[in-house]
C-alpha cells in the first residue's frame, strides 16, 4: 500500500490531465488512477465526455495496483484496474464497487529480427519461457509450432512488469489455468515473482523495453503492442486454432463466459473448445468506485457513458477495445445504480 501511495504522489506532478474539449468554466473535475491498459480508452473518452457533460477529467495511468490503492485512500474519485479486488482489497477499500467497463486483451510482444508478424506460440511455451525454461528463440519447442520460419539462434529475454498490474494478473490468470507448474510455482499476481527476466514500468515501459531489445518478450495489451509497432503471436486456444487478438476473438472469449458473479469478478481467460474463435488472452477491466461519495451523480453520468457511447467504434474499436458484452452491461448498470451520494 505505501508503495501505490508512493507512485500517487510521484505521479501528482506530472498528472495525466487531458482537459476536457468543451468545459466549461465551473466544471466539475473527477480524478482517476490506475490502469495503463485502459489508458489510451481512457484519454479518448475524455473530450467526449467534457462536451456532454462540462466535466475535466483527470487520469493518471500509474498501474492497477497504485490506483487501487489511490481509490482506498480516497486520494481519487475513481480507481482503474485490470484485476478485480481480492478480498482484503475490497475490505480495505469500504463498500467499494467494481464495475467492468471495457474488454480487450494482452498480446504476447516479440523483439525477434526476421521471425514472422504473428509467430506461433501456445500456453506450455510461453509459460516456460517465462519461468526461464526455454531460453532461447531457435529452441524446438517453438520450431515444432512455427514450422518453415526463420528462427535465429538468439536468447529470449523475458520483460515482465515491475510495478502492480492488472496485465500482469491476466497473463498469469491465463498461464495458471494452462500449466499446472505456474499455478503452483508462481499463481496468479498483479505482482508475480517472476523467475527469470527483466522487469519495467507500465505498459509504455514494457513495450518500451521489447522495442529496444532484441530477442525480447513482453505481455502488454495490444493498443500498446500496436502503437509501437512490435510483433505479436497467434497463441493457440482451447480449440487448437493459433489466433492473434482481434474485435471479433475477444468478443468470442468474453461471449464464452456469459455468467457475471454478484461481485463482477470475470475470468475469461482459457475459453473452452467450444469458443472456437476466441482469443485465449483476453479481460475485462474495471472502474472502482466508492458506493457512497459526493461526486455520485457524476460519476453515474461519466461511467455510464463510458458503458453505453463509449463502447462505439470511434472510441474503443481503433484501440482493440470490443464492446462489451449484453450481460456485462447489464451487470455493469445494475452495480452503477448502487453509488450514491
Known amino acids: 500500500m505505501t508503495r501505490g501511495l508512493a507512485l500517487i504522489a510521484a505521479a501528482a506532478v506530472a498528472l495525466t490531465a487531458i482537459a476536457a474539449a468543451g468545459a466549461k468554466s465551473n466544471d466539475t473535475t473527477i480524478s482517476g488512477a490506475g490502469s495503463s491498459f485502459v489508458a489510451p480508452l481512457v484519454s479518448t473518452w475524455t473530450p467526449a465526455i467534457g462536451s456532454a457533460f462540462g466535466y475535466t477529467v483527470q487520469y493518471s495511468p500509474v498501474g492497477s495496483g497504485a490506483g487501487i490503492a489511490a481509490i482506498t485512500n480516497r486520494q481519487v474519485d475513481f480507481g482503474a484496474s485490470d484485476a478485480p479486488l481480492s478480498p482484503d482489497q475490497a475490505n480495505a477499500c469500504k463498500s467499494c464497487v467494481q464495475i467492468p467497463w471495457a474488454l480487450s486483451a494482452t498480446s504476447v510482444a516479440y523483439n525477434v529480427p526476421g521471425a514472422p508478424v504473428h509467430l506461433n506460440l501456445d500456453g506450455k ?39 502492480g498490474s492488472g496485465t500482469s494478473y491476466n497473463f498469469t490468470d491465463y498461464l495458471s489455468a494452462v500449466n499446472a507448474e505456474w499455478k503452483s510455482k508462481i499463481g496468479v499476481s498483479t505482482q508475480p515473482a517472476f523467475p527469470a527476466g527483466v522487469g519495467a514500468k507500465g505498459s509504455g515501459g514494457v513495450a518500451g523495453v521489447v522495442s529496444r531489445t532484441s530477442g525480447a518478450v513482453t505481455y502488454v495489451d495490444v493498443a500498446y503492442a500496436l502503437k509501437n509497432h512490435i510483433k505479436f503471436a497467434a497463441v493457440r486456444n482451447a480449440a487448437g486454432k493459433f489466433l492473434f487478438p482481434s474485435l471479433r476473438r475477444i468478443t468470442a472469449a468474453a461471449e464464452a463466459f456469459p455468467k457475471v458473479p454478484a461481485n463482477n469478478e470475470m475470468h475469461i481467460v482459457n475459453p473452452p473448445k467450444s469458443a472456437a474463435l476466441a482469443y485465449p488472452i483476453s479481460t475485462f477491466t474495471y472502474v472502482i468506485v466508492p458506493q457512497q461519495t459526493s461526486h455520485a451523480a457524476e460519476l453515474r453520468k461519466l461511467i455510464f457513458w463510458a458503458l453505453t457511447q463509449g463502447q462505439k467504434p470511434q472510441y474503443a474499436s481503433k484501440l482493440m477495445f470490443a464492446p462489451l458484452t449484453k450481460s456485462a452491461l447489464v451487470a455493469s448498470e445494475k452495480t452503477l445504480k448502487s453509488i450514491h451520494t
Request: no cysteine; proline share 8%; hydrophobic share 45%.
Open 125 to 163: 511455451t510461453i509459460s516456460k519461457i517465462f519461468l526461464g525454461q526455454i531460453s532461447n528463440w531457435n529452441d524446438p519447442a517453438i520450431a515444432a509450432l512455427n514450422k518453415g520460419a526463420n528462427l535465429p539462434d538468439l536468447k529470449i529475454t523475458p520483460v515482465f512488469r515491475s510495478d
